[in-house]
């Protein structure tokens, strides 16, 4: 009989078919003098179901979780009342084994419980990945990756790839990690911002997936070292604008993801609670906000009450969001607290045209301004930070060679993934994370 290779999530169409599968042993168990194993490819899981001459072998009677195998077979029903993925099996006429993983006190499963140290599971995230709820994420985190593409393409932003490599600073001096770039002192991007601003005259409004770096020193469960950003900029708009292409963004991407019933089953396993957010977001002035969390007796990290003109630090924020229970747009920052190309509120100077949006659970996902859009007043900005203007001469070009009002943001993927999926920190949201002391694997 001829065999149709087949990937696993192709089994659907392949009911009755003789199908070959090439797959890891999830799981397996014997029971009634057969073997059933439950494969799995990425593609998805499938029964298999071993039975008569075919468990006799030293093969059979040795296999292990998370070896290799190739299975030929008929894809059949499973019978009324059992249940398997798909609701179907793969009843086994030949099988081999491809690669044999450890087992016994080296075997994947008996290192990776659920409660193992935290440090043994980062060492052994290579494995980890190959679990139900790390795979799952990371299908989601694909998916909701795709569907940002398609908003943006939707929208008329067109993606562009900026350098990693940089001799500018966005955000602040105390997060760069230096390197020696041929003998030149350089950076590795904190944010390709400035980039995407030099591309309005070019492309018209763009949009970057981009990994940004941050030295952070602090341990949280919401800082990376290296993470996944999410830029855009756009041209000729006004802060309102901006904000509402913003909350049209984070809706409509969140809208495709849950369009595709795989991918909306899989958040509804990682996240029960999870409900789209309603339009409009909340939307809350930074000074409605201090006054909000010296109502609520919110302190500020050293025991004071908030006074305008102050940061709002992770545990005051979280608070609040948490409170409010839904997402929130915090704008009109001071100046002295964020960086210092952002435009300022006219009439209200010491403040500025800045957002961060906040989300439950997590805090800050997105932050974002309009920018200065006169060249004179951003020179003067780079004195008042003092930042060499110099190297920044592109940047303050584009607003030399024809300006105009325009803003962006930048969204953390994993923070929103982390709030989507309801995971306790954004570490569980990268494929590789890196945080304060961890580089590998
Ligand atoms: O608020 P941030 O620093 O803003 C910028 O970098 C702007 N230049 C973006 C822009 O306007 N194009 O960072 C933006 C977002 C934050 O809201 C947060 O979600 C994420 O990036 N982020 C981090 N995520 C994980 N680990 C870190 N260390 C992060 N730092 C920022
Ligand atoms: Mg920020």
Redesign the pocket.
Known sequence: AQYQKIKIRQGINSRDKKVKVSAWVHRLRSQKGRIFLVLRDGSGYMQAVLSDRLTQTYDAMTLTSESTVEVWGTLAAVPEGKSAPDGHELVADYWKVIGKAPGGDDAFTNKISKDADPSLLADMRHLVIRGETASAVLKVRAAVLRAFRDEYESLGLLEVTPPCMVQTQ??GGG?LFKFDYYGQPAFLT?????Y?ETCLPSLGDVFCVQE?F?A?KSHTR??????T?L???LGFLNFAELLEHLEQVICGTLERVMANPATASLITQLNPDFKQPSRPFRRMDYKDAIKWLNENDVRTDDGSPHKVGDDIAEAAERKMTDALGVPIFLVGFPREIK?F?MKRIPGDEEFTESV??LMPGVG??????MRMSDATELLEAYKGEGIDASPYYWYTDQRVYGTCEH??????????LAWTLNRYT?RDCSLYPR?TGRCTP
């Open positions: 966005v955000e997060t904190q944010s390709s911002q400035l995407l940004s941050r952070e919401r800082h990376l070292s290296e993470y950003h830029e855009a900029e960086a190309y961060d949006l800050e996902i997105v932050g974002g301004s803003g962006g943001y930048g969204l953390g993927v994993e923070r929103l954004v945080f």
